[in-house]
């Protein structure tokens, strides 16, 4: 069983383009995140998101949004891709309470040509 | 604004000897420190995860330390092998949640 899922692994699509990584967690936690790498691997946080709230970094162009169906799932939403975009999402999962660690999934490559 | 720095950026050593990775944090007020692993194209594994209230983690090999005072953390391998030949990279959980260091590249040669 997976803890923490995303779907697809990769992404290849054209500028202009709108669309959807999937990611849902097996483990009961009561937030999730959306994290981006760049290409210098760098990992910085996009959203934080549990029933109550939504945290965005303010750095994240509005063209990203975060839906959130139910507890389990955080799905992430791109209108009008850019080259920019391209990079590796990364799904992850804890508990609001300070002591739980994080739970990631294993990464959406996505690439726009 | 929470900045996690670690040192050395890269890191290559001979299978078989001890090392130490270096993780520094700007802001003391931590709920806990987690060590992650990172294979090329892959996730991110985790490794240990350091409360606030404590002081070392052991796994295996694996032994990692905090001194939030100073805003200090360590990871040690011992004895590595060329399976730990990863990035190894540390992030630390505060109120504005998980914030992460640029990562150590470790190459372990057989």
């Known amino acids: 069983d997976t803890a923490v899922s995303q779907t697809p692994k990769y992404l290849v699509t054209q500028m202009g383009n709108d669309k959807s990584i999937k990611c849902e967690q097996n483990l009961g936690h009561d937030t999730m995140y959306w994290y981006k790498q760049d290409s210098k691997k760098f990992l910085k946080i996009m959203f934080s998101?549990?029933?109550?709230?939504?945290?965005i970094n303010e750095t994240v162009p509005n063209r990203f949004s975060p839906k959130s169906p139910d507890k389990a799932h955080l799905n992430l939403h791109i209108n009008s891709l850019e080259l920019g975009d391209s990079a590796v999402y990364f799904c992850?999962?804890?508990?609001?309470?300070?002591?739980?660690?994080?739970?990631f999934g294993s990464g959406t490559r996505l690439t726009v040509v | 604004k929470q900045e996690v720095t670690q040192i050395p950026a890269a890191l290559s050593v001979p299978e078989g000897e001890n090392l130490v990775l270096n993780c520094s944090f700007t802001d003391s007020a931590i709920y806990n420190l987690q060590w992650f692993r990172q294979d090329p194209g892959k996730g991110l594994t985790s490794l240990l995860l350091i409360q606030s209230s404590q002081r070392e983690q052991t796994s295996g090999r694996l032994n990692a330390s905090l001194d939030k005072s100073s805003g200090r953390s360590t990871l040690y391998i011992a004895a590595s092998q060329p399976g730990d030949s990863a990035t190894y990279l540390c992030?630390?959980?505060?109120?504005?949640?998980?914030?992460f260091g640029k990562g150590t590249h470790l190459i372990i040669q057989p």
């Open positions: 992850a999962s804890s508990r609001t309470e300070g002591s739980y660690g994080y739970t």
């Open positions: 992030a630390v959980k505060g109120a504005d949640g998980l914030t």
């Open positions: 998101y549990n029933n109550k709230e939504l945290i």
